[in-house]
């Protein structure tokens, strides 16, 4: 009798430890306590409002994306690892994609140090990647508003007396020609997934 | 890349590692495939990467970096968290386990090198001092590649 109590017991224990592990996997996966990047998908270009000027001195939008499969990348010039890692990457990405990807794609690199990173700074950086990558910049409240638009996030974070760093989003954005946001290609995403994802976004164009 | 042992090793410690199988010493650390990237002037911090290989039979630790290129130059270490939002923080210390390679490569550790003196050209190179835990050191001589390089091979 003693002993069947101690097996019940047991068993009602392992059932309670069962029970909170998938309730906390709940929590975390898909309950309250699930990350916001399920429902941050950016706005589709058409729906964004942002004033900026590209490398060339001319004034751009979003509404300057429309009509051709746009690729997006926030960064900033002084960022010595992702940025330029990730603009090689794009590089990459449209050499492989063969001659024409250049002029079938929109290709721009947003900054999200405004500060550093005027126009002529803008122009010199883009200069050392693939010639289709354009370089976007503006004022602090013109970005902030790009990249709400995007639903990404950056955060200006102090190194030194007066030196700074940017922690920003680092993922690459994929719209179609419409505008549509269609996926994203993440930091570090092997390159045979990334061109499909580029050609699939570049073949929605005629999709409804 | 050639390493540099700069470690002295006393007499005392060699009559020692004579008798015991081995001596933790960073003598032994090999640096291969370093590589970096150049500067747009001297504003930007530069940055280099390579893979540093413990082959003795004790473990050894990585404490700093020293340059004559830059003012500082750190350890750092690059993380992208769930939500795609990457961040840059010294790494401190790395222990290299007896026998592991440590790689310092594009998205994770990389030497960060702030202040330049002088801009990092395409084409040129630097001399990379690694320092540690036991004293000794390690000099390798880092190529400069262009901005949009992927790795030591351009």
Redesign the interface.
Known sequence: MTRRRALVGYGAAALAALALALFAGWWRVDGPGAGQAADRRPLPLTQMEFRLTDHEGRAVGPDTLVGKPTMVFFGFTYCPDVCPTTLSDISGWLDDLGKDAAELLNVVFITVDPERDTVAAMAEYVSYFHPAIRGWTGSQEQIARAVEGFQATYERVKTGASEYTMNHTASVFLFDAKGRFATTIDYHEPREFAVPKIRRAMDAEGAT | MKSTPAAMIPAWALAFALAAPALADSGDIVVRDAWS??S?GV?????AYMAILNPSDEPVTLTGLRTDLAERSEI?L?A?D???????TPAGDIAIAPGETVLLQ??GL?A???QLRRPMQDGESFALTLTFSDGGEATVEVPIM?????GPGG
């Open positions: 990237r150049a747009v504003s930007r911090p530069g940055v750092h690059t992208t769930g939500q795609g939002v990457s961040s840059m594009p998205g990389h960060m090198l702030m262009g901005i949009a390089a992927r």
